[in-house]
């Protein structure tokens, strides 16, 4: 594997992760929200049963969040500049990963770094 195929993998392992996370996130903050219109159904509308509304949260929460996520996929260069802030490379990865199949005299001065 060349070192160009390791970052790409890489990155893509942290947009995985990412998206898992952020897609929880979300699913979490909808249910939240979800709950608290269904409290208030539940003090309109007494004879209403409250477990006829666990399958419409539950599932309302989960499209959300994957939605949530779907839409906000990170770019390749977010990832990598958020991995080189909280590693302190100081934009090592993101540099690598914008200047990825591009040619010239600074990439060269870059990979002789």
């Given at each position: 594997?060349?070192?160009?195929?390791?970052?790409?993998?890489?990155?893509?392992?942290?947009?995985?992760?990412?998206?898992?996370?952020?897609?929880?996130?979300?699913?979490?903050?909808?249910?939240?929200?979800?709950?608290?219109?269904?409290?208030?159904?539940?003090?309109?509308?007494?004879?209403?049963?409250?477990?006829?509304?666990?399958?419409?949260?539950?599932?309302?929460?989960?499209?959300?969040?994957?939605?949530?996520?779907?839409?906000?996929?990170?770019?390749?260069?977010?990832?990598?500049?958020?991995?080189?802030?909280?590693?302190?490379?100081?934009?090592?990865?993101?540099?690598?990963v914008e200047?990825?199949?591009?040619?010239?005299?600074?990439?060269?001065?870059?990979?002789e770094q």
């Amino acid at each position: 594997m060349s070192s160009r195929d390791a970052i790409l993998a890489g990155i893509a392992r942290l947009r995985a992760r990412w998206w898992r996370v952020y897609a929880l996130r979300h699913a979490l903050q909808a249910l939240f929200y979800l709950l608290l219109i269904a409290a208030l159904v539940l003090l309109v509308f007494e004879d209403l049963a409250p477990a006829s509304l666990v399958a419409p949260l539950l599932g309302g929460a989960f499209l959300a969040g994957i939605g949530a996520a779907w839409l906000r996929r990170p770019s390749e260069a977010y990832l990598a500049k958020a991995f080189d802030d909280k590693a302190g490379l100081k934009d090592r990865v993101s540099s690598t990963v914008e200047l990825l199949g591009h040619a010239g005299p600074m990439v060269e001065a870059l990979k002789e770094q």
